[in-house]
């Protein structure tokens, strides 16, 4: 650990085994290094709690020990240490419980950022004897008075002491229950980060768990309410709130670190919008598991408020996972993100698919001028910001140090948006073949489960609902299908904003003996659908390549597909049929064509297949991707050029940015791209940001009243 400790774990103990070596293992995991750990001995009197303890204080120069003369009690032991404390901010921690390698550098963040708080905690995941999820905490307020919401470990401000302590009476229990309800008739209240990041052991033998324990409770229960109820139902549960962004405000970047140019080797920091099933998340979980293999250390940050379905598949590659909106809004990102890299010290950073991550690109290199930044975009989206992604990577060109695209077409287009050529890097997506192959038992069990026999040709659709996948040509080429009496069925795996209308078209075509909707499916069950398949159908209105279609080429499926972005250079005669966009009738008509020939053709259906799979295996395999991404970042330098001089200036243009969008968005429903197009074009010029901005506030005033 460091020097000039920030934080102080305190952990109360009183003849323990070495079960607390567990809990010694995750402090040292930690992404904070600032910190000291206080063990408080609460008056041992067995041999074996004073030689572990003093093997901890011998074999680490950050552990210290606090005796007592006596068992006084958890209360006491905790008050103790708070007062022999040196340190800004405490952790309480007790000695056979687990924090997650995030914890203390999450609770810090958040505490500094938002002084209005005096404690933070987190949701909790109960291990040993019980399992189970906890997601009380300090939202609860009310709740309080009929139930302990919180557990006993909590980061607080060492000054919260000063005011409060916990009961030294309360020997029995609930000494917490009692800290939070006094706490909060002074005023002093939390926040609980919607995260699992406290692990509490739960032992078999319980005092809560028997019939007098209960009782106790429950009496305890009674006592409090009659304690602190009436105070509470007068003063009301504190509500701090966190601090909003103030026009012309910058946010504070002072930091308890010190940033190095040298950055650690191989240490990659990536900057995601989610972790979301879909195709872009799906080539973010193989890119960093194959970079993993090659000897990287990777760091996760997302910008959006998100159910992040696909973080536990990430937390097998790294356990250093921060949700940034979990701890701030959008104008303290670059607050988190200053410390998180001062941390870290990264040799590179990564963007994929983050409007954050592009809006904070002036600052990140004014702040980091050393590090590489490189991104990667999947495909242009024609009604989005000119472009998406791709659009804004262009723009952004001269702070990128490399543009990796999906595609030759993309490439093409990013030049012709203005991006450096020598800077944009064709990577393909690619799929594992050594994994994803066809497997006939599979396919066997899962038809005899659909009630599918071989001679009925199964048609996949995997997607997520939305317009760019067109779900309605979907259902009106199956409907034309039906038509032609051919004998078919089409398995629907996705989830989306357009699923209502899906289902809704699906009965009002009476189609629902063809289609079987399975709804999102884990990636791992899509794969083994597709070895029930016969064909693979995706009518894109627009895409890169289409990560699907690496997978079902490599499970042996031939494609119908849209014949736009780069899909051309994966998808040959051999392997599928790709339709050019002309108007949605001739493309349901295309498309119709070519499934019904497919479904009339089994060996030229066979032999497509075959071939897919070749192609795939010798020019696609994912193998290749990831040799080639590992060399181009373990290579890449930040070369001289433009370097924005004025960290301040670019963190202003980059709130008033953000505050001009989301006035835009609630004027029109969406961006107007004149207006973002103006905001880009001077987004070195903080003076005509501000007059846009203002700009924007007066018309919204006129048309709305909302300033």
């Not at 952990?11 to 809990?23: F, L, Q």
């Not at 000695?95 to 905690?121: G, Q």
């Not at 701890?327 to 410390?339: C, E, I, R, V």
Request: with cysteine.
């Amino acid at each position: 650990m460091e020097t000039f400790p920030v934080i102080t774990i305190i952990t109360p103990v009183y003849n323990i085994n070495n079960v607390i070596a567990e809990t010694y293992a995750s402090i040292c995991k930690q992404t904070f290094k600032k910190i000291k750990w206080l063990i408080v001995d609460d008056g041992s009197v067995n041999k074996e709690t004073k030689t572990i303890l003093q093997n901890l204080k011998n074999d680490n120069s950050w552990v210290d020990i606090l005796t007592l003369d006596k068992n006084y009690g958890l209360s006491a032991a905790r008050n103790e240490g708070a007062k022999a404390v040196t340190t800004i901010y405490i952790l309480f921690l007790d000695s056979d419980d687990l924090i997650d390698p995030t914890f203390l550098e999450k609770a810090y963040l958040f505490l500094e950022l938002h002084p209005e708080f005096s404690f933070v905690n987190s949701y909790v995941k109960g291990f040993g004897a019980q399992n189970y999820f906890w997601q009380g905490g300090f939202h609860d307020n009310e709740q309080f008075l009929f139930e302990n919401r919180n557990t006993s470990c909590f980061m607080a401000r060492k000054e919260v002491f000063t005011k409060i302590n916990f009961d030294e009476s309360m020997l029995n229990g609930c000494e917490d229950w009692d800290f939070w309800l006094k706490a909060a008739t002074m005023g002093l209240w939390g926040y609980t980060i919607p995260e699992y990041l406290f692990f509490y052991r739960r032992s078999e033998t319980s005092k809560w768990s028997t019939l007098k324990g209960k009782q106790s409770l429950t009496s305890t229960g009674n006592e409090l309410r009659k304690k602190y109820g009436s105070i509470l139902k007068q003063k009301k549960f504190p509500t701090p709130q966190m601090h909003q962004y103030v026009f012309g405000n910058t946010i504070p970047t002072s930091s308890n670190s010190t940033y190095s140019n040298k950055g650690n080797d191989k240490t990659l920091l990536c900057i995601f919008p989610w972790l979301e099933r879909g195709g872009a998340d799906q080539f973010n979980l193989q890119l960093l598991k194959g970079l993993k293999e090659k000897g990287w250390n990777i760091t996760i940050v997302t910008t959006l408020k998100s159910k992040h379905t696909l973080f536990e598949s990430f937390q097998v590659i790294t356990d250093d996972i921060i949700h940034l909106s979990n701890l701030g809004d959008a104008h303290t990102y670059s607050f988190l993100l200053y410390n998180i890299i001062q941390q870290r010290n990264p040799s590179n950073i990564f963007i994929s698919n983050s409007m954050s991550g592009y809006y904070l690109l002036p600052w990140i290199k004014a702040q980091f001028p050393d590090i590489p930044i490189s991104d990667y975009v999947h495909c242009e989206d024609p009604g989005w910001y000119n472009g998406g992604y791709p659009f804004f990577s262009a723009k952004y060109t001269s702070l990128l140090d490399k543009t990796f695209v999906t595609s030759h077409q993309l490439r093409e287009w990013c030049i012709l948006k203005g991006a450096d050529a020598s800077k944009v890097e064709v990577c393909y997506i690619n799929a594992d073949t050594s994994v994803i192959k066809h497997q006939p038992e599979i396919r066997n069990r899962l038809r005899k489960r659909l009630d599918v026999n071989e001679n009925t040709v199964l048609l996949l659709y995997v997607a997520r609902l939305t317009m760019q996948k067109q779900p309605d040509v979907l259902v009106k080429v199956i409907s034309a299908l039906k038509c032609k009496n051919f004998s078919f069925k089409c398995i629907i795996i996705g989830d989306g904003p357009e699923k209502e209308d899906l289902l809704l078209n699906i009965k009002k075509a009476n189609l629902r003996k063809y289609v079987s909707y399975l709804g999102a499916l884990p990636n791992k069950e899509v794969l083994q659908y597709m070895d029930a398949a016969d064909i693979f159908f995706l009518p894109s209105l627009y895409e890169g390549i289409a990560l699907s279609i690496y997978e079902a080429m490599a499970k042996g499926l031939p494609i119908v597909g849209a014949n736009t972005g780069g899909q051309v250079e994966l998808v040959n005669k051999d392997s599928g049929f790709l339709v050019h966009e002309i108007n949605k009738e001739s493309e349901i008509i295309a498309y119709t064509e070519k499934l019904a020939w497919l479904i009339c053709n089994p060996i030229e259906r066979l032999r497509m297949g075959r071939e897919a799979r070749t192609r795939v295996e010798t020019y696609f395999d994912l193998e290749i991707m990831i040799d080639k991404m590992d060399k181009l970042l373990s290579e890449l330098k930040t070369e001289p050029g433009h370097q924005p001089q004025n960290s301040d200036y670019y963190l202003l243009v980059l709130n008033h940015m953000n505050h001009a969008q989301e006035q835009l968005q609630h004027l029109y429903g969406q961006i107007d791209n004149k207006a973002i197009n103006l905001i880009i074009k001077h987004q070195h010029s903080y003076q005509r940001i501000r007059r846009i901005y203002h700009r924007i506030r007066a018309i919204m005033n006129t048309k709305t009243g909302m300033f």
